[in-house]
């Protein structure tokens, strides 16, 4: 089975598609008792790559001097509770991992619209 995927770059596109193929091979040649362990190695795969489609992008140290900060900071910038900041989801908030941050140029920009209001 050959299986195609599409990538805006032909060589990742190879690399990726390799990998999908050594995937399928596994898939296919695994002792039984092995597949749970692997159905959960794909499982964890697909949504990080679910949760990276559907977060908003985070930017790199190249594409902006933006820091990250904690949310006591953020909140205290913000002027708000720790807890208002945990219950809200805004467009500054950054997920890495199981760490909540903000961005420091994202709140600016927020602090900024809401005055011009």
Not at 2 to 10: D, I
Not at 18 to 37: D, F, G, N, W
Not at 43 to 56: D, H, I, V, Y
């Amino acid at each position: 089975m050959v299986v195609r995927v599409a990538h805006t770059a032909a060589a990742h596109g190879e690399v990726l598609t390799e990998a999908i193929t050594r995937v399928i091979h596994e898939a296919s040649t695994l002792p039984r008792e092995q597949l749970p362990a692997f159905l959960g190695g794909l499982e964890t795969a697909r949504m990080t790559a679910r949760e990276r489609l559907l977060s908003p992008p985070v930017a790199t140290v190249q594409d902006t001097d933006d820091r990250l900060i904690d949310i006591q900071e953020a909140a205290q910038r913000l002027g708000v509770s720790f807890h208002y900041l945990r219950r809200h989801e805004f467009p500054f908030t950054r997920h890495i991992g199981k760490r909540v941050l903000f961005s420091s140029e994202g709140i600016q920009k927020y602090i900024r619209q809401r005055r011009r209001r």
